[in-house]
């Protein structure tokens, strides 16, 4: 365990996630991981599995005042499309999933450290270390959905997405149930 592994998170692949991660969620039920193409001029990202399949790709524009990128599945198919909001104090995206479902990213002010992005239409929550480049996904109820793990040097911009398996999840809901239970306990 290396001195950043308190900070830093990101894993590649045949590596074992984070010591933290899994002590915190339990092995996770797969591994993604991200990579940006720097010569491509669409900063295409490929979004991989532990066997190097793509099952996930970004196209984004690199000259646009909206900043614009969709993402496809491994077909080919648009899953989602998403828009930046060229002035914002918060760094809003605004994101349009295929079935027409939407939502927006907006980071909240004022953390220097740590960096929170809502997302608005799911009531989820992105919470991270700035500094390390990691973060966890969390849900409305604030259970962990994923950990992501940002490479601190790299070309191609790499990334780790660690999602948390069910089981997992099942435990720290019934450790936050019975923490509320305990709380309502008379004294």
């Known amino acids: 365990m290396s001195i950043l592994s308190e900070f830093q998170r990101y894993h590649g692949a045949g590596e074992s996630p984070d010591v933290n991660d899994s002590g915190e969620y339990g092995a996770p039920s797969r591994t993604l991981f ?3 193409d ?4 669409h900063q295409r990202i490929d979004v991989t599995d532990e066997h190097d399949t793509v099952r996930y790709q970004t196209k984004s524009s690199v000259i646009t005042v909206r900043g614009k990128t969709d993402i496809f599945d491994s077909s080919g198919t648009l899953v989602a499309h998403l828009e930046k909001k060229p002035i914002s104090l918060h760094q809003k995206h605004y994101i349009t999933m295929a079935d027409g479902r939407e939502m927006t990213l907006s980071n909240e002010l004022f953390h ?3 960096d929170i992005t809502n997302i608005q239409g799911l009531d989820w929550q992105l919470r991270g270390n700035v500094l390390g480049l990691s973060f966890t996904l969390f849900d409305r109820n604030g259970d962990p959905i994923a950990v992501i793990g940002q490479k601190i ?4 911009n ?25 709380a309502r306990r008379p004294a």
């Open 34 to 36: 991200t990579a940006l």
């Open 38 to 41: 720097p010569g491509d001029l």
């Open 112 to 114: 220097v450290f740590k």
């Open 153 to 156: 040097v790299s070309l191609h």
């Open 158 to 182: 790499r990334c780790s997405i660690d999602p948390v398996s069910a089981a997992a999840r099942a435990g720290c809901s019934g450790h936050r149930d019975r923490a509320a239970e305990d």
